[in-house]
């Protein structure tokens, strides 16, 4: 048998912090056994379980690997603004007047990812 994804892990300065917002993001919860100065954080989410951990080391450059949201329940433009309501930015637009297009945010310790258009636009 084949290995299989059991999460995506992603380092951070702040586990807990970090893993509160993607649970936020993701509508999802921390696991629990986590809480505030825990080296680790795991964030179980329909589709995605994402374990944040607590490294030295500050990010320098662009994610090699980044993640891709597609709204399910709203517009894209509406994740968007509730995303960067939760403390994510906007580094780049890739909306067209078509409505096709993505939005790249980054989290609140600079990780990239991606909001694409949904079922509602």
């Known amino acids: 048998m084949a290995s299989s994804v059991r999460h995506t892990t992603i380092d951070c300065s702040d586990a807990y912090r970090l893993g509160t917002f993607?649970?936020?993001?993701?509508?999802?919860s921390l696991a629990e056994d986590d809480?505030?100065?825990?080296?680790?954080?795991?964030?179980?989410a329909d589709g995605a379980a994402l374990l944040f951990v607590t490294v030295p080391?500050?990010?320098?450059?662009k994610n090699r690997v980044h993640l891709d949201l597609q709204p399910q329940d709203r517009p894209r433009d509406a994740e968007v603004a509730r995303i960067a309501d939760l403390g994510a930015t906007v580094v780049a637009d890739h909306r067209r007047p078509d409505g096709t297009g993505w939005v790249t945010m980054a989290d609140p310790e600079g990780n990239e990812f991606c909001v694409e258009r949904?079922?509602?636009g």
């Open 22 to 28: 993607w649970a936020a993001v993701l509508d999802g």
């Open 118 to 120: 949904g079922p509602l």
């Open 35 to 44: 809480f505030p100065g825990d080296p680790e954080a795991l964030v179980r």
């Open 57 to 61: 080391d500050a990010k320098t450059v």
